[in-house]
């Protein structure tokens, strides 16, 4: 399998909103509807606003993963969304990582200082995977005052972008 990533457009939003869904309510158990969640249903303007955007991972022209990042300030980015589906999962396949690393590429050349992330404690092999990435668990209280929380992260991390 051949993937690429490339910039959220609405053509996408269906399979966006298909491909989330199910992961956050039947592989994680997280009680969260779409009406819970009005980013996805109007991605552009909630994540392309300054150093913010969103990408989709395509295996072919299928959305098999996702990743979109908010600008809340101070040259620091919240990530969000990074989602990618359990049959295309795995570090052999990759896809995870060509989506963090899109992401990482897009902050260093907008001089981003620093992206923070919130998750919940369920997730286990992610958070590995942001360790792996150089993320470092962080304290609720140690958040910056303008990171947008989510109501069921209770697991927080943060990355120092190298330039």
């Known amino acids: 399998m051949s993937y690429r990533v490339v910039e959220y457009e609405d053509k996408y939003q269906q399979a966006v909103i298909d491909l989330i869904l199910p992961i956050q309510q039947i592989e994680f158990n997280v009680l969260v509807t779409i009406q819970d969640q009005p980013d996805l249903q109007n991605i552009p303007s ?39 589906h359990r049959d295309h999962r795995g570090k052999e396949k990759g896809v995870a990582q060509l989506l963090l690393d899109k992401l990482k590429d897009w902050c260093n050349q907008r001089k981003v200082k620093s992206i923070f ?37 209770n697991k927080f991390f943060k990355c120092n972008i190298l330039r």
Request: aromatic share 14%; hydrophobic share 40%; proline share 3%.
């Open 46 to 84: 909630f994540y392309k606003k300054g150093n913010g955007n969103f990408w989709v991972a395509l295996d072919e022209n299928k959305v098999v993963g996702t990743i979109g990042q908010i600008d809340f300030g101070n040259d620091q980015v919240a990530l969000r969304k990074m989602f990618v």
């Open 117 to 153: 992330l919130g998750t919940i404690d369920t997730m286990h092999a992610a958070h590995q995977f942001y360790k792996k990435n150089g993320f470092t668990e962080l304290l609720k209280t140690e958040l910056p005052k303008t990171f947008p929380l989510m109501r069921v992260d």
